[in-house]
């Protein structure tokens, strides 16, 4: 199944700006990110802390809906999916 | 509205007391005072955030579009609500700008000033609160992504459903 995501500003850099990434049925939102995180060390090292956790400033989107850090690994991705991940925003 | 040229982007929603648009171009400020006004409005606040110059070129902003669009809206509506606001405008920018450009206008009228001030303090604050917008500030040594005042994925961000 395909998940397109979508990475902003200083990940973006690092990662790219959009991912289409094939993925097998049952990976979890946090698998998913890391999968994708570890082609640029830097990249990974800005999302996940020394313990592969999200560090607690990233922002997840699921389909334009937020995401609480505490219940990614409960998120089982879906084809079709759309995932953002940002660190703090700064408009304005 | 500024000029539009086809080469810019643009994104916008307006149905005549409320404006939001998320744009290349620059703003035409006097022309949104302007169609702020109707015969209730006693104050109008204009806010404007601009390009300051901490030793950089340029700066560089970055949306997350669809999703930027309507949590603006939804700003709109909830200090329209919470103020007696008659009329709001939100444009912010995108792409590169040079110091002294503007960054974000945003155009409240009401029917007295306490109102007007307080509807325009609540946008902006709500705005760097939780609107996916990024800036990078450029400098002759490369760059630097301006850190967020809020914003931690564990909970401390508007409710964006």
């Not at chain 1, 973006?12 to 959009?18: A, C, D, F, P, W």
Request: charge should be negative.
């Amino acid at each position: 199944m395909k998940i397109r995501v979508r990475f902003f500003a200083r990940f973006r850099e690092l990662l790219g700006t959009e991912i289409m990434a094939e993925v097998n049925e049952g990976m979890s939102l946090p698998d998913l990110i890391k999968h994708i995180a570890q082609k640029n060390n830097e990249g990974y090292q800005a999302i996940f802390d020394e313990d592969g956790q999200f560090r607690d400033y990233v922002i997840l989107m699921r389909n334009a809906r937020r995401i609480d850090l505490a219940d990614a690994a409960k998120h089982v991705v879906a084809d079709g999916d759309d995932i953002a991940v940002f660190p703090p925003v700064a408009g304005g | 509205m500024g000029t539009t040229s086809q080469y810019s982007r643009r994104l916008r929603v307006d149905d005549g007391c409320i404006m939001i648009a998320i744009q290349n171009d620059d703003i035409d400020i006097g022309s949104l005072i302007q169609g702020a006004k109707n015969r209730s409005t006693g104050a109008i606040v204009v806010f404007d955030g601009i390009v300051r110059d901490d030793d950089i070129c340029e700066m560089e902003l970055e949306a997350y579009e669809e999703v930027a669009l309507p949590e603006l809206e939804k700003i709109a509506w909830e200090a329209t609500e919470q103020f007696n606001l008659l009329h709001v405008d939100i444009v912010h920018r995108v792409g590169l700008l040079a110091v002294g450009e503007n960054i974000l206008v945003i155009v409240v009228g009401a029917g007295h000033r306490e109102e007007a001030y307080r509807g325009s303090r609540f946008i902006i604050e709500a705005i760097k609160a939780g609107v996916p917008i990024w800036k990078k500030e450029l400098t002759k040594n490369g760059g630097r992504w301006v850190p967020g005042e809020h914003g931690h994925g564990s909970g401390h961000y508007r409710d964006s459903s």
